[in-house]
Each structure stands twice: as C-alpha cells, then as structure tokens.
C-alpha cells in the first residue's frame, strides 16, 4: 500500500497538507533507544519551510508530538506514532485549483484517480509537507545507524547550472550541515543563492540534485535481483515530491565508459579488501561492497509558481488560464537534502538491525 | 524477499547460470487467456545470447517449458511456472574467480553474503541469463497489456558515446524490433555496431542506456508516495543487472530547469484532457496522467572482459592478477532492451488488471 | 510487521494502554464515503469498557478522533488517521508486575523480547484497550460492506459453560444487538450474567466463544491456499487478545463425520445455485460460495484476576507471590463481539472493492 | 498472493494435480546447509498416497527434483527450488465433474472465480497432491530447526470418533513415526484403522484431528497483534486442504475455564523460568514463552466420496445426481500428519533464522 514500506523498519505516513495533522507511524524499532530529541529536531529543521535562507513560505516549526511507543523516555517495542500538528493552515479558497489543475502537481491525476474527492488544500496528500515525518523516522534511523558505526552524508550537487563539486566516490566525506547551504565548494553557495533569487523574482522555480553517500556499511548487506539496496533507495526515494530520477555510483556517466574503466579493482588495505575505485557506489549485485554507498537524486523545480499558466476546468471542460497566488518556495532542493538522508538512513538501518 | 516481486502480479524467479534449470513463477494472471506462443518466443529471442548479431557468447535458445499453470492451452488461475533448462553449461573450472573476485562482479559481495557458499559458476544467481524467465513473465505481461490498449516500446538510446535521436515525449513511438539494431535513426546502426566491435577487438566492454515508452496507460492509475509507477518501475529495473540509474519524463535535465519550462501546461484534444509537454514523462504524484510514460535505464558496461585485472585472493589475503578466459559479451545493452520492456509491462499490469 | 495488516485495505493500528492516544490508520479506503458517525459511534460502543453491564472497570468513552483522510466529510483517498485519546490512565504503580509478571499474561515474554523496555503500564500494546482501533477501523468496513449487501453478525455462543443455541448455519440471521446480550435464545441472558457475577464475586474470570456469520459474501471471493478466507480471518483474528481458537462451519465437529454427513449437496434456489447445507460455511478451497460464512472463536477466561497467583521475581528469579489490585472485567466475551465483527468486516471488505 | 507465504523463509508452491509437474520455491534458507536427502524422503514418504496402509489410492513416489539453489551439494544462497514430476496422470475423463461439481470440493467456487477456465483434472491447483512441495520445504525446516535445538512433534488425536491419548501439553513428546499409526496409546491403532477400513467399504471417508508439539522454542519470538506465532501458525495451516478449526493450548476448552484455571502460575525451573501448567500452548500476547508450543488443527472427511451426490449441471443450471468412480482414499488425516508439522517447522523457523 503506497503510505506504509518497510520490511524489517516498516514507516505508514497519514495526514494531508491541511488535514488536522499528518504523522508517522514506526514498527520494528529495536526497544531500549532513548531519542536525542535535539538531534532530531535539529534534522527536522533542516527540512521545515524556514530552511531555505531565502523562503518566504509557510512557517511551520514541525515540532513531532509523540503520542505511543515510549516508556519511560525510551522506545518500548510498540509502534512509534508521532504527529505533527497542522497549525498554519489558513482557509484560503482552493475552488479554482479544484476545479483548474495546477500544471506539473497532481491535482489532475489525484482528481481523476479520487473521482474528484482529493483533499485539494495545499495539495493534499501530495504536498511536500509530508515529508516532515518521513523526516522524523529517517532522523531516528540515522541515530540508531550511527551506533552501528554508519554515517550518511549529502550536499547539494546542483541548484538549476550551479554545480558544487561532486563527492570523491571514495570518501572521506563531510558533514556540512553548518554552511548557509551544504555544499562542498563555498563558491557556489552565493551563486545558488542569486540563482534562487533570480528565479524568486522572476515568478518562477528552479530544480537541482543531491548527492548522498552512506559510510561504514558493512560488506554482505542487501539481497540479490529485486531487494537489493538500489531497489530500496530507489522505491524509497521516488516517494519524495518531485523526484524525477536515481543513479549509483557512476549511474548515467558508466553508460558512456568501457568495462576497463568501470570496472573496481580489488585491493588490501589494512586486514580489509577493498576497491581501488568506486565506480559501483558500494553496490554490486545488489549487495553492499563495503565501499561507500553514494547517488544522487534529481528534483524537478517546484510546479508551484505564480506565473499565469494554462490549464482546463475540469467541470467546464474548457481551457483557461491559471493563476496561483501566495508566496512559493522557488527551490526546494535545499530542503530535500535531509528528506534524501532519511530516505538512505531508513534503507540501510533494516538491512543492518 | 529479493526473488518475488509484485503485489497482484507476482513473479518469483529462480535459478542459477548453472543450475540444471532456471525459471519463473507467475501469480495473478487472469484465467482464460491463451498464450501466443509464438511472439513471446519471439519477444525472448530479442534477448538470448544470440540476439546480439556481434555476439559470439554462449548459445541458449532459451526456450520456455511450461510446466504448470494451464488448462486446456489457457491459463488456469493456478500459478505459471516455465522453466527453461540449463543445456550449455560446460564445466568449467572457476576455482580462481571463487578465491578471486571478478572486478565489478557481485562475486566478492556474494562471497561475504553468503559465507563463501554462493555459487559462482556462470555467476550464480547473479547472471544475467536469470533476465530470461523475467522476459517470459514479460513477454505475457505485454500480450495482456494489449488487449488493455497498451503498448510498450523501447530503443537503444546510447551505447557508449553513440547517441540515437531521444524519443519524442509526445509520441508517437515505433516499432523498432524489425531493425537491426532498435534504433530510431538508422544511422547509428553501424556506428553503434563498430563501437562494439572496437571494444571486443580491444579486450574491452561498453555500457549504454535504454529508453522505453508505455502508451496507452489509462489517466489515474498508480498510487501516492511510496507506490508510484516510478516507485514500482524502479523496484523491478534494479532487479536487472548492470542497472545504474533511471530517469522518468525529463529526468536529471529537468533539475536545470525552470518550473516555466519544466511544467506541462493542460489543454483539451478531442474530448481528452492532455498535457501539451510531457516532460513529467506521463507521472504526477506516482499516478499516471494519460500521457506516454517515458523513461531512461543506464546499464553500466559489462564487467566481463579478458584484460588482466587486479584483484585479491580471498584464501591468502593477498593482491594478484586475474584473467578471466573466454568469450564475452562486449555489449549487453543490445539484450537489455527486452528485459526494460518486461519490466514496464510487469508494473503496469498489475495496475490494470 | 505486527501492527500492520491488509493488502487492499491496510490498517495500521498504534498505541499501549497508557499511551499518550492509541489510533489505527487506514490504507485503501474508497474516496469520497461518508462515514455515518453516529452508527460507528454505537458499534464501538458495543466494545467500550462500559458495555459489559456487569462491568465496572476502566471507563472510557473511546471517541474517535480522525486527523486525516477526509476532506469535506468524506474519504478523499489519503489514509484515514484516527486516534483515541488516552484520558484515564491513572498513574498507578506498576513496579510489581513489572518484576513480577502476571500468569496468562503478556508481561514476561514481552519482558524477554524487548529486553525489559516493554511498556508494562495497563498491558502496554498487549492491552484489549488496542481493540478500540480495531473497532474503528472494523465499523467503518461494515459500512462500506453494507453498500455491497453484505452484512455481518454474531452473538455469544457460550460463556463458560453456558450456552446459547448455535446459529442455524443456513442462515438467516438476526440483529440481537438491541438485547442485553446478544444471544439467540433469551433464556440465557440471565444465566450468562449470573455466570459472570458468580465469577466476580469469586474475584476470578471466565472465557467464552463468539460465533459470527457473514452473510450475502458474494461467489468468487478468496484465493487458494494461503490467501483463502479462512487464512486471511484467522490472522487477523488471533490480533485480538484472548483469542485462542477459531473454526469454520462445522469445525472441529466435522472431524468426527463421515463425508456422506459433512458433503453439502449443490441444489438451485430461484436463478442460483446454493448448498441444501453448509457444513463447509460457506468457503471450499479457501473461496466463498455464496453461502453464509459462519465461523467461532475462543477467547480464554481473563487472565487478570485479583486472587493470589504464584509467579516469580524478574530481578531476584525466586518464587513468590502475586496480587493485583484493582477492578477487572470478568467476563471480556461481551466487549469481544463488536470485535469479531470488525475482524470479519475487514477480511471481507478487501476481497469486494 | 495466494501461493506465496513467509517473510524471512518465504515458499511459493506452484502446480496442479495433473500438471507436468508440481514444487516449491523456497527463499531465505542460510546458505551452506546440506540437506540430508534421505531424512527429507522419508519425511515426505509419510505424507504419499502410499502411506496410509489401507490406502490404495494412486500411487505416487513424491521424489522430489531439486533444480535450483544448490551449489556443491549445500544450499547457495539461491532460491532453492524443486519439482516433483506429476507421472500418474491418467487421462481420465473430467467432464463430469466440470459441469456438475462435487460437493465438499472447490470445483465449483473455481468454476466461478476462474470463469470456468479452471483446471479440474484431479482438483487442479487445489488438489492435496500440492501438500506434496510443503513438506519438502517443511522437511528442509524441520532438519535446520533440529540445529537450533527445535524438534516437531504430532500424533492423530482422533479419527471419527476414535481418540488418542492427548499431548501432556507440558511435554516430553515422543517421536510416533516408527508406528503403524502415529498415536500415543496403541490400543487406538486397530480401532482407528477399522473406522477407517469401515467407512471405505461404506463408499465413505472419515475426519480427524491432528495434534501438534513443537518443543525447545525459545522465549521471545513472534510479534506481537498480527503477527504472532498463532497468526502466523493459522495463515499457514489453513492452505492445507480440508482444514476447518485451529486451537493453541487449551484451545476452545479453555471458553469453559475460569481465570484461575486457566492461568500458567510462574515457577523457577534451574535457572530457567516456566510455567508449571502450559494451557496457554507456549504463546503468550502472540510471543514464545519457552514453553512447548502445541495446537490441534481439524481436518473435514475427504469429500471425495463413491455414492450418488446431488449436484448441479452448471451448464443446464438444472440438478442432478453426480458419481464419482475410481478409489479415494477414505481417510487423509493420516497423511495430513507431516503437513502439519510442514507448517510448524515452516512459521517457527522464520522466527528463529
């Protein structure tokens, strides 16, 4: 069912943009964890509408109200269910985008697919919004991975033609979630910046990607054919708004190389083997290698903008013109980053629990 | 578990390189239909050994036995198992990649998985000769997906740096199988050919990418988040080796876009709601649209190649040379286009059905 | 995972006793229903602590809370969130059963498997409190079964020894819950309640069993082996605490029949073929047959009774002695009617839409 | 689907009575194993048609065929898969019983899911011949149990109206399979085998209970709600044909019990903690308590009986008598014996790998 995934860590996400409140509920937690909240809020905030320097969107402070699967301060064996409370949901009118659909959302598939009960305010159950609690169930993940001695790291890659420098596939890897935007080159952090804001106030939006690497997997994890690890990220990572694409390690760019140049040659370091190279991102047949885990994630730039578009009413059946109006966050990419890390966290912590 | 996949098509394969047969299990087709034999050996031809008109690999004519799941020539309502036997398999001694991991195979990963017990003749469970009974499930899957008014398509989008033209987004698509080479412009055929050709006369191998296009999906099919069509699409294609990444619509090119440009505006053709673009490749919010779903599978070049390579024995802990003998496939992008279309076919069925 | 059931109707049930709320969210439900409150209201009133006319233990009024899933009154696709707030939850010591675990209980495997972090406060998940979601989600499935002419029943076929006349298994079937208790025969009500106030004032408990009848199931239904009707009840059946058997039609019975007994011979009724009998209750090879699906259920006498029970001290492993103080139900098979209802609500509803 | 069961050991059996073959696929098992052949043939010689001593039914030898999943004579990893070639097919003539199916069986809820298309010969996909690929996979689970120290035991509890001793439910249990008939109490062989004999010079069959120990669990497996060790337990037995009740421990006598009865007082046993009684069955809130897990499954008389049974003509839609020649075994109870312990070996191992 498309709101519950997991085998081992099994996460349901409810809740609509403007419902009373959306939530998570998370099954399998190993029992005795006591939650750094500050961590996790910290991570959330990374992901709340204030994020981006630049927004000027919604202001929610996605604070999770745990309501089961603790005692005692610690998680208990219970599902736990957290809810965050939709405060910021003003009754604005969402008649015209009812009934004219919003191009690049779902207002038209889900009005077709519902046969027009979709829950349209702010896009619903589509909304970017839920993310928050895929965003408390990966900061949790990435708590319990790093008592297994796995870290997860990403920058943003790309904002619109704004490249950061990509990852070294073979690590070391950085935290930097201390710069006014994590990337790598300090250079490109205005230019992304003025790239949003020229998109900003041109009424219109810009897309970008994430690159994400997992360090300190242990070799042997993940399964053969269907459940391997990029089947999971992969299924995982396609159910974050805007999500237009995947690749591992190399990904497209081994498309365009010969097997001689692809090919990770084993080696010894230490007591331990392991590649010279890492153009297989850390997976080869499904199974981790040992080596870093690394892909990135391409984001197609937010639908919403407020420039007159083109659209039918669905009543009428007639073409119209579009108009949405408010104040929209021209570039979710930065945003996107911890919903990525939870995504790999969420992946990689069943395999290893 | 890693074999089984699908929820109201399920498939299990099963099976080994060099296990005495390989196969598939189906669960879910509707009872009543009968098989056209024909066309899906023809659909499994496009992806046997001997479909690549360079290739000199091994010879299986990979013919299907159907041993269960049909009554009178129909389907039963009982589960399909076809296997299809392992004649070719010459015993070889593959003792030195057993203590020496092929560079770029899952060989190493297994190894450690599976406590040195994997089998690694022919590549064991991880060879891509296990894409065969996928092909057949994907070869019926596309016989019923017709009668539904669906129709796959696919062509050889890259090999290396050949680039074929890329598929209109709009449509429409054609039937490229009778070609040589399943191309759109025809003149890439050789140039493709000849950059094969140079990587076997060089020890070597190439990669290239895959695009297929779904049409005729009916507008509404699909579910929120986690159980999109590009969720399930990409669960299955990682599910064939040498996968690297996928992209939907646009994919990774509609990151440096704006939302302008990326947004495909709705119009009315005829009585049908449409859009005028499809750079959302026929998916929004994971539900189809009504528009073609299009998407790009990168393969990575085939590791397999006869350089001497550096890797490490496993018994001795120690780094050393391994040449693999023998005749490889130096592009196996050629055969992956068959098993690209039973993956779209296999994901979509079972949300008509 | 445990708490999550259901392949087209997926409910997800979450909270221990004295959670801050329990809630169940609910996966699949058509868009655009609109709930009658007032009916679900009254069903889970039927399970509501206070039901029990004899009963004087925790008073809730278990109040649903929905969060999600509506918009405008009605289903809107989204996953239906409900919770049920924790209001009554005494802060009682419960370091006693905490090392000493109470015999029938829960406690001491939870203990063992959760490493002592179990939630012990009321029964932590392991409480009957967690059949309130049940309820929920189970009165919402009768009213969605009811628009497909399906309805369910069911009374209390004994309590200890005491026992209502069976269900003629043909059919029809009555609404007894307008009774004191729902029986057939009214000469047992006052026997039944004598039983369980002789029970009480013994301070002990006493088990029973529910027969439930679902009736206008269409033919078809159901799948063979592992995914029949019978399969699909049984598991979700045996999520009810208490619960420690079930049968269908004859069941145990038909063990000691001959074929020529337990054989219902096909006969025409009108346009429909029927069964002269139904000894098989309404499923053969696991699909219903258009006859009335009758099945019981075996709940054991409550293991929360205030006499001195023989345990053992978690922390000092020695023997001693065990009391519990405080009010409990007698007699749980009053409050487990509506639940068996909810349960074979649900295993129905997903095989209909 | 219906033919696939299991998380961490998942089976999918695949076949019909009169296909060219029937099997299993088996996934999960630990790699390494070396099945030890002649224990598993002789574990599914029990359940042949030959092993009822008065049977004298078709006569199968159930060798299995193992074509997949082992590497060097141990288990690799790979999906484990094995058939077992369907020789004694005669083509006898069904078209009888496609127009006018037998009562008690599944030919006509097939008839009329399947539209028609279902396979009738010998009962098709719902024949008990599928019993055959459970117990090679149960057989298998049985022998990897033994190395966690869990052994499998069971006995006929009754057939008709012959009883055997019951289990002490506190154990020890006694290997029954070098006996005529597996019993406790020998005087009921003779007694058991002319009911038997009895019903069939009656052109009749009998049902029976079967009663199932498995011993040396250890405390904490399972789940709790829906996943306990009697869901999981139940989902399973119920895909054995003719199955009609289940019950754990004390089972439906238990709905006769008061609390202070029923309840398993605490005791310290060595170093370990028991219960001193073990009416629970070794399951407490759905979890192993370490005490001997042990339920009774009841089994209809074969419907497959000589005598003139009323039936419909489903193409006249007009009664009629229906007789079904040729020699049914009168009494399946025997034969269902190892099914039984299939299923147990199979729910329990999962919990413990």
């Known amino acids: 069912m498309s709101n519950t995934i997991g085998d081992r860590i099994k996460i349901t996400i409810f809740g609509q943009s403007h419902s009373r409140a ?3 509920t998370i099954e399998g937690l190993p029992a005795g964890f006591a939650i750094d909240e500050d961590r996790l809020l910290a991570f959330m905030a990374r992901r709340a509408p204030g994020s981006n320097p630049l927004s000027t969107a919604r202001k929610e ?19 736990l269910t957290a809810l965050i409370w939709n405060n910021d949901t003003r009754s604005k009118d969402y008649s015209n985008i009812k009934d004219m659909p919003r191009p690049g959302h779902a207002d038209y598939t889900a009005y077709m697919k519902y046969g027009g009960y979709n ?7 589509f909304s970017g919004r839920l993310t928050a609690p895929l965003c408390f169930a990966g900061g949790i993940a990435l708590q319990l991975l790093e008592l297994e001695g796995v870290r997860v790291y990403s920058h943003i890659y790309s904002i619109e ?3 950061d420098d990509p990852y070294d596939l073979m690590g ?8 006014k935007l994590p990337v790598i080159n300090n250079d490109v952090i205005d230019k992304m910046l003025h790239t949003i804001e020229y998109a900003r106030n041109d009424v219109d939006s810009v897309g970008g990607i994430v690159e994400c690497a997992i360090d300190g997997v242990p070799v042997g994890l993940g399964e053969p054919m269907f459940d391997g690890i990029e089947n999971r990220i992969a299924k995982l990572i396609f159910g974050i708004p805007a999500v237009k694409g995947i690749e591992f390690g190399r990904g497209f760019a081994a498309a365009s190389l010969r097997g001689s ?6 080696c010894i370091e230490g007591e331990e083997i392991r590649t010279r190279t890492n153009n297989h ?12 885990i690394v892909f990135r994630t391409a984001f197609k730039p937010t639908p919403s903008i407020s420039r007159p578009q083109q659209s039918v009413s669905l009543s009428k059946m007639e073409e119209g013109t579009l108009e949405i109006h408010g104040r929209h966050d021209p570039c979710i990419v930065i945003r996107a980053v911890p919903c990525v890390e939870a995504v790999a966290a969420l992946a990689i912590l069943e395999l290893i629990l």
């Open 281 to 292: 991102g850390g997976i080869l047949g499904g199974i981790s290698s040992g080596m870093p």
């Open 61 to 79: 402070t996605d604070e999770p109200d745990i309501i089961s699967g603790l005692a005692g301060g610690r998680t208990c064996g219970a599902p």
């Open 119 to 125: 829950d349209i305010a702010g896009g619903g159950q």
């Open 22 to 24: 959306i939530g998570v």
């Open 261 to 266: 140049e692809n090919n990770d040659e084993f």
């Open 172 to 179: 070391p890897f950085e935290d930097l979630t201390e710069k």
């Open 161 to 163: 033609n704004v490249k």
